[in-house]
T-cell receptor, first 114, second 115 residues
């Protein structure tokens, strides 16, 4: 069973640039969620995708967008980067209708915005 | 709105001591779920336990135990006879039933177990 994998693991961008983060979900999982974790804080829900459709969104501006592909992998795109976007971005996969709330997380992509 | 508070930011213990992590939550929903996740230095969050709002039975699983008290909106977690490998950040989380798999996390408690 392959776990959740994320790429890249680390990246540095400058203000105003755009970034794409990628996530491969665990085998058999049809739902992907993205979370932002600022240093020293708990993760915050960005959005969730189920069957290629956005299925719930947290309090994040529209410059945070996502995609889910037919193989259930996903991308998180952030436009017009701001310094406060520096964080660990965590992807989690799950099976909608499966064990509620039991999310399987990747090790994250650490984004630094200068 | 839902909220999770973990008042302890860091706890340091010596190996074999017990450590209890506090979690207090707020929700207006009557059906909700509570979770504990562990985040080791590698970064990925690891699911430990889930409890629904109708199940106040406390549980022991190996060295871990949980104390859910609806009357005080608390869901505390205890590690008995701590080990160095227990060193990690522990997060309490809440999900209202209607919110699906959207979790609201607390700020986390860093546990440092010294040999």
């Amino acid at each position: 069973e392959t776990g959740v994998t994320q790429s890249p693991t680390h990246l540095i961008k400058t203000r105003g640039q755009q970034v794409t983060l990628r996530c491969s979900s665990q085998s058999g999982h049809n739902t992907v969620s993205w979370y932002q974790q600022a240093l020293g804080q708990g993760p915050q829900f960005i959005f969730q995708y189920y069957r290629e459709e956005e299925n719930g969104r947290g309090n994040f501006p529209p410059r945070f967008s996502g995609l889910q592909f037919p193989n259930y992998s996903s991308e998180l795109n952030v436009n017009a980067l701001e310094l406060d976007d520096s964080a660990l971005y965590l992807c989690a996969s799950s099976e909608l209708g499966g064990s509620f709330g039991e999310l399987f997380f990747g090790e994250g992509s650490r984004l630094t915005v200068l | 709105a839902q909220k999770v508070t973990q008042a302890q930011t860091e706890i340091s213990v010596v190996e074999k001591e017990d450590v209890t992590l506090d979690c207090v939550y707020e929700t207006r929903d009557t059906t909700y779920y509570l979770f504990w996740y562990k985040q080791p230095p590698s970064g990925e969050l690891v699911f430990l336990i889930r409890r629904n709002s109708f199940d106040e039975q406390n549980e022991i699983s190996g060295r871990y135990s949980w104390n859910f008290q609806k009357s005080t909106s608390s869901f505390n977690f205890t590690i008995t006879a701590s080990q160095v490998v227990d060193s990690a950040v522990y997060f309490c989380a809440l999900s209202e039933a209607a919110a699906g798999n959207k979790l609201t996390f607390g700020g986390g408690t860093r546990v440092l177990v010294k040999p």
